[in-house]
């Protein structure tokens, strides 16, 4: 094979004037006929490829020829002599100004000015030219958007169908179908497009048909468009009228927006109760089961209302053995009188002595001598005159008097009484008979605690009307102040002076939870449930809020006999009665459980017509009697060393 040098051309047999061959892409042995490509050729080969092809593609079913003025008639458009016909770019370089818009309907080709001395000409040597319009650029500008564009000869496309949908919006429920368009025959295509003016002419090789506006307002929703092939158009069918030419937007139509949708809103109706449909419908029968005959469907709801009858029998069967018992308890209490004046009553310090006396004592304390025993458990430590309620009392009344009593104060004090023992009914504000004198106690309490600089603590109402309940309020106050002197309430009731003393009684009842009741304590840490969100509520009302009146009563008792130590085994037994209930999946419904105030318990205890202003925790089923079987089975791991020793490691100032 003989190589030729970058200089010399190759001996072609044939060489197309308007070409040079600059690489050696072919060899001297191979004989390659490459069509003249120029603006002039392109529009020769175009003129010929249109006549032979006149009577086959539809173009009025003649040839062309070669003429322009019968190419420029049939087309529909002016063709500029020195423009290309063909969408090719054929000059489009990278200095060539952007094609001016045309004035007809714009078509996808892409005209620009093309050059008879361009140098990119000289760099193709093949182009086959179809005879259908293609929108391959070849501009090697890579910016121009043409040129990403893939060279191939586009195959003949053929008819399918495109399934059209139609929704019937005009019944109550929806109704969607499905609608085939069919093609009209290649004849009637072709007349169709003869019988348009060249104006609306639409070279475009799948012209789209769009409804308009009010036919989709009429028909609802809008159907897929049907894009036919090669000059092809849409089938009209019985479900979906095809639009009219004057409906019809031109391919120009710059970004084709789809009807807006209905904005019919629905007028929001009110609840009247339930419809006939819930009224007849069953909410606990399974679903893939038939509906139950009438005569079953009665007969069912008989069963359940006597089961349910039975239930409500049973449940005040056992409230009335509850009370029996407690009753009898009392009875008992009240007929060891004679014991307690005989062997208590002399000297009260005894009980810690002998161990059947103290055992008769955590029983509970007749109701008679419960102040006097009251006064001789708590003691005065802070030496207490009998007029330190008279000297306080006149104070705070001349506050009140000259309006230098705090007002926020007051009215935290009024809210307090409120909430004080409602099933009583002894502290009403303005009508409860002992409302009077328990206002008058909150006052002086609150101005013997001025002088430390401590304010009003929420909850001391309940404290003060207990004590009222059983003694006078000269006695009362001084019961009351020494009481709230033992250091876990006074660190309660301190405020933030006392705060790490509060926190420092959290650890330890952490630790006494986790030793008695290890479940409990680790349900609380997975829910992040730490001492603080329950048992302030417990510990500053002394149980008042949270349990039945006589259960309160008892615990009391021994509170004041054993000290703060008996307040924490009291709260360790709440939480023993109440931890079947107590493993929630959620935070938030413990929290509701802890603070009394669970949506399903309150249902229940309404429906069965439990008094709910006796304690929250009555609802729950906590009373005197399970209460006082959870303390004594804590026998078996509480220990008093252990509450001592946790409190010489916390509070070792104490």
Same mark, same amino acid.
């Given at each position: @094979?003989?190589?030729? %040098? ?16 600059? *690489? ?71 200095? %060539? ?30 182009? !086959? ?15 121009? !958007? ?44 072709? %007349? ?11 070279? @475009? ?31 009209? +069918? ?28 629905? =007028?929001?109706?009110? /609840? ?27 007969? $069912? ?16 069967? =056992? ?15 009240? *007929? ?7 062997? &208590? ?6 009980? $810690? ?35 330190? #309620? ?11 008097? /000259?309006?230098?009593?705090?007002? +926020? ?18 502290? &009403? ?76 009684? #959290? ?26 969100? #329950? ?10 809020? $949270? ?39 959620? =935070? ?63 509070? !070792?100032?104490?």
């Amino acid at each position: @094979m003989k190589h030729h %040098s970058d200089d010399e051309q190759p001996e072609l047999g044939h060489v197309p004037a308007g070409f040079s061959f600059n *690489d050696d892409a072919f060899s001297d042995t191979e004989d390659i006929d490459v069509p003249e490509f120029s603006p002039a050729a392109i529009r020769k080969e175009l003129a010929k490829n249109m006549r032979m092809n006149g009577g086959v593609n539809g173009w009025g079913g003649e040839g062309l020829g070669t003429n322009m003025d019968d190419t420029v008639a049939k087309i529909g458009y002016s063709v500029d002599p020195d423009a290309s016909v063909s969408t090719f770019d054929i000059d489009g370089g990278h200095d %060539s100004p952007p094609p001016s818009p045309p004035q007809t309907p714009p078509l996808t080709r892409i005209d620009s000015q093309t050059s008879q001395t361009s140098s990119h000409q000289d760099s193709l040597y093949e182009v !086959p030219l179809a005879s259908e319009f293609t929108q391959v650029s070849l501009s090697d500008d890579p910016n121009s !958007p043409s040129s990403t564009l893939p060279r191939h000869e586009e195959p003949e496309e053929s008819v399918h169908e495109y399934p059209a949908v139609e929704i019937d919006l005009s019944a109550p429920v929806v109704v969607t179908k499905e609608v085939r368009l069919e093609p009209r025959p290649s004849d009637e295509v072709r %007349s169709s497009y003869e019988s348009r003016p060249s104006k609306d002419y639409d070279p @475009m090789p799948h012209p789209q048909h769009a409804a308009s506006h009010e036919e989709f307002r009429s028909k609802g929703p809008p159907s897929p468009l049907n894009i036919l092939a090669a000059g092809a158009a849409a089938a009209s +069918t019985s479900a979906l009228p095809m639009p009219t030419s004057s409906s019809l937007p031109t391919p120009t139509t710059a970004n084709l927006a789809e009807p807006p949708t209905p904005t019919t809103r629905h =007028r929001p109706s009110k /609840s009247v109760g339930p419809s006939m449909l819930d009224k007849v419908v069953s909410k606990t029968r399974p679903t893939w089961l038939p509906p139950k005959p009438r005569a079953e469907d009665r007969k $069912h709801l008989q069963d359940w209302e006597e089961m349910m009858k039975r239930s409500r029998a049973a449940e005040a069967k =056992r409230r009335e053995a509850l009370q029996a018992r407690r009753l009898a308890r009392e009875q008992r209490i009240e *007929d060891s009188i004679s014991k307690w004046e005989r062997e &208590i009553v002399p000297d009260w310090t005894v009980v $810690h002595r002998n161990t059947q006396l103290r055992m008769l004592w955590w029983q509970g304390i007749p109701t008679t001598l419960r102040a006097s025993m009251w006064q001789n458990a708590v003691g005065n430590p802070l030496a207490l005159s009998r007029d330190a #309620y008279k000297t306080c009392l006149s104070r705070a009344k001349r506050a009140l008097a /000259s309006g230098s009593f705090p007002t +926020t104060v007051l009215a935290l004090l009024e809210d307090d009484i409120a909430t004080t023992l409602p099933s009583l009914h002894l502290f &009403i504000p303005g009508k409860g008979p002992l409302y009077q004198d328990l206002k008058d106690m909150l006052c002086a309490w609150v101005v013997s605690r001025s002088d430390e600089g401590l304010g009003y603590v929420g909850g001391i109402a309940k404290i003060a009307a207990m004590i009222l309940i059983n003694m006078s309020p000269v006695q009362g106050f001084i019961v009351m102040r020494n009481l709230l002197e033992r250091h876990c309430l006074r660190s309660f009731y301190g405020g933030m002076n006392s705060k790490d003393d509060v926190e420092a009684y #959290y650890r330890i009842f952490d630790t006494l939870l986790a030793d008695g009741m290890p479940k409990i304590y680790f349900n609380f840490k997975q829910h992040q449930v730490s001492p603080a969100a #329950y048992l302030p509520d417990w510990l500053v009302p002394l149980f008042l809020d $949270h349990l039945p009146f006589e259960a309160c009563a008892r615990v009391w008792d021994v509170i004041f006999l054993e000290g703060d130590a008996f307040l924490y085994r009291a709260a360790l037994a709440v939480l023993g009665v109440l931890e079947p209930r107590l493993f929630f999946p959620d =935070r938030k419904e413990l929290l509701e459980l802890l603070r009394g105030e669970n949506k399903a318990a309150l249902e229940v205890g309404k429906r069965n017509g439990m008094p709910l202003n006796n304690g929250r925790y009555e609802m729950y089923g906590i009373d005197e009697e399970n209460l006082w079987e959870r303390i004594a089975s804590m026998d078996e791991w509480w220990r008093e060393s252990t509450w001592k020793r946790l409190i010489e490691r916390e509070l !070792p100032d104490l």
